[in-house]
């Protein structure tokens, strides 16, 4: 096995399923939802103005079911908002199958949607005199795959409107997953990225004197079926958690195997009814617009 190995996210397709399939397996998708429904439409109520259109900036937003329920959430509590919203992602196999989730779903008629096929980093090259302002920017789980998040975070937080809200979300250096990619992330991946976690996001915007709260999602993710040699569903799932493309095949048996030890550590996992549950956590960042 030649290291570095290469990295899912260069095979959309194997990315969108190794994505799916650890949604099915991590309790993260709750955890966001819970968030938004108890915490969301107090922090966004300074920047909502009934009766007006709020612009939303979305980045990284996957297949699309995160945001339905993110503006489900913000849409029971202000009713008259109608929304002026861009969706950034640089997969295309990620921007089709949320249209086509929109295509099936109703209730979202107060949403007008526009597609942009970047990265976010390519987003703020083209965008370095932009002038339209942001109610909201959301980065959920977005921003582990940019080198330097720092100087970019303080260019999202220039796009915000007055009251408006940058939020980012991430796992924090603490949970077991994160362990994985402290121990693993350097040594085997090609991608030319590094992996952010939420610690790294506060830290920056501290010593900028930024101004931001902060809300923990605690949740698990069920890694049961990595351990049964050539499962396809678990073949997926360690793709996700360890972004490697094909990591059933391009790994040799140690580094599986110290993945796999990693996994069922205590101090990372926790045995409940047989299954084995990777502990996750997630930060969210709520910022302020920049000082
Ligand atoms: C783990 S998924 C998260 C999807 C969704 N936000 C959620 O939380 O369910 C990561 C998303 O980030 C996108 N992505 C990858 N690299 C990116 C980059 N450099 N800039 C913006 N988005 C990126 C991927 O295409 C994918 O849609």
């Not at 949740?219 to 050539?230: H, L, P, R, Y």
Request: proline fraction near 3%.
């Amino acid at each position: 096995m030649a290291f570095p190995l290469p990295c899912v996210y260069s095979d959309g397709s194997r990315y969108l399923k190794a994505y799916e399939y650890f949604h099915k397996c991590s309790g993260e998708h709750q955890g966001m939802v819970d968030f938004f429904n108890n915490h969301l439409p107090d922090i966004m109520s300074s920047a909502i103005n009934d009766n007006s259109v709020q612009n939303v900036l979305g980045f990284g937003c996957g297949s699309g079911p995160l945001d339905l329920e993110m503006f489900s959430a913000i849409h029971r509590m202000y009713p008259k908002v109608t929304v002026d919203y861009e969706v950034v992602d640089p997969t295309v196999q990620f921007i089709n199958q949320y249209k086509d989730l929109l295509s099936k779903t109703s209730g979202f008629d107060y949403i007008k949607w526009n597609w942009t096929q970047l990265t976010v980093q390519e987003f703020e090259k083209e965008n370095k005199e932009r002038t339209k302002k942001a109610d909201m920017i959301h980065l959920f789980q977005s921003l582990y795959y940019v080198k330097e998040p720092g100087p970019l975070v303080n260019f999202l937080q220039s796009l915000l409107s007055k009251n408006g809200k940058l939020l980012i979300s991430l796992i924090s250096g603490n949970c077991g997953w994160a362990q994985l990619e402290k121990k693993y992330f350097k040594e085997i991946s090609d991608w030319d990225a590094c992996c952010s976690f939420s610690d790294d996001i506060r830290r920056y915007l501290d010593a900028n004197g930024q101004r931001y709260q902060t809300y923990v999602v605690p949740c698990q993710i069920d890694v049961t079926e990595c351990f049964i040699e050539g499962d396809e569903n678990g073949g997926l799932l360690l793709d996700f958690l360890t972004e490697v493309l094909n990591f059933d095949q391009t790994a040799t048996p140690e580094l599986r195997a110290g993945v796999l030890e990693l996994f069922r550590d205590s101090k990372n996992s926790v045995e409940s009814n047989g299954r084995i549950m990777l502990g996750s956590e997630y930060e969210v960042i709520a910022v302020d617009q920049l000082i």
